[in-house]
């Protein structure tokens, strides 16, 4: 008599057990601890600067313009130093501005032709580009002074502009190329099938899927400007011209080389502020612009 032997395969439970659930939220929990700890302490390194700051330009301190109780005096003094603090801030707003359109209007064409057209020289003028980044900042200055005054514009928001102008062109270059060069080669040429010229399928096709990029560019060339001290400092002589970095340098010592220190950290915390909301309403964007280059092809 044969007996016929059947095996029953029982397909595991895709449900995870109680107990499975609890080793994995455990795992979690104990790998994330350490994370959570370390980010943590970032931000209170990289926020408690800022945070002390802003409490100290309102506290109440001997040798500032708010002794008496918590207040703006410090912020009083510094809107009534010289020209007073919207001349300052107009200033330092026309500089930024100025820049970041060039910025953006030089490196937009500039990436679209290195990463779109090939030339006699392509390479090394980009390679010539970059090289600006090798050279330090502070030793141009002087040269460049002596040319801007050639050319009429030495003691100009204009020429303060067009400096930094210059030396953000590396960076916005180099991050321009790699953003035309992570989009492929096919929207343009579909574009140019349909009778775009190379300018309008830049226009109506490419910027749109660069704008990450642009984004990035203007950020970095806004938050340079603003924060720029050493170009305003030796081209610029005229008070009424000073920027606000410049402006809140010159307040620290005003009296017989007393620091002020209420009035500087009430200076630090204007020119903070547009860069914080700024980057906290662009960051989405800058985060991709940075990302734009990283999965090309």
């Known amino acids: 008599m044969t007996q016929t032997l059947t095996r029953t395969i029982v ?11 609890r080793r994995h939220t ?10 959570w700890v370390f980010t943590a302490a970032l931000a209170v390194i990289f926020l408690y600067p800022l945070i002390w700051t802003g409490v100290s330009s309102f506290q109440p301190l001997a040798g500032t313009s708010q002794t008496d109780g918590w207040g703006f005096g410090n912020y009083i003094a510094l809107a009534d130093y010289q020209a007073g603090i919207w001349v300052y801030l107009g200033n330092s707003l026309f500089v930024s501005l ?18 779109r057209f ?31 005054n050639e050319v009429g514009l ?23 190329r790699i953003s035309f060069e992570s989009i492929p080669r096919e929207m ?35 938050l340079t400007a603003w924060n720029d001290f050493m170009a305003p400092l030796i081209l610029i002589s005229d008070t009424n011209r000073m920027t606000l970095p410049l402006a809140v340098a010159n ?20 020119l903070a502020l547009p860069c914080i909301v700024l980057f906290l309403i662009l960051q989405r964007h800058y985060v991709r612009g940075f990302m734009s280059g990283a999965f090309k092809g």
């Open 154 to 176: 030495q003691n100009s928001l204009v020429g303060v502009a067009l400096v930094i102008t210059m030396f953000q062109l590396p960076f916005s270059m180099f991050m321009m």
């Open 188 to 222: 343009d040429e579909a574009a140019l099938v349909d009778g775009c010229s190379s300018f309008g399928a830049l226009w109506r096709v490419l910027l749109p899927a660069v704008k990450p990029g642009l984004v990035t560019v203007g950020l970095f060339a806004f």
């Open 251 to 270: 307040l620290r010592g005003q009296v017989q080389g007393v620091v002020d220190y209420g009035a500087t950290e009430a200076g630090v915390v204007v």
């Open 26 to 35: 455990a795992a979690r929990i104990a790998f994330g601890i350490p994370y």
């Open 11 to 21: 397909a595991p439970n895709s449900k995870p057990t109680p107990y499975r659930r």
């Open 98 to 115: 100025l820049t970041v359109a060039l910025t953006l209007f030089i490196s937009l064409l500039g990436g679209y032709a290195f990463a």
């Open 118 to 148: 090939s030339f006699p020289g392509k390479n090394v003028l980009f390679l010539v580009t970059l090289a600006i980044l090798m050279v330090p900042y502070a030793t141009l200055l002087i040269p460049l002074y002596v040319i801007l």
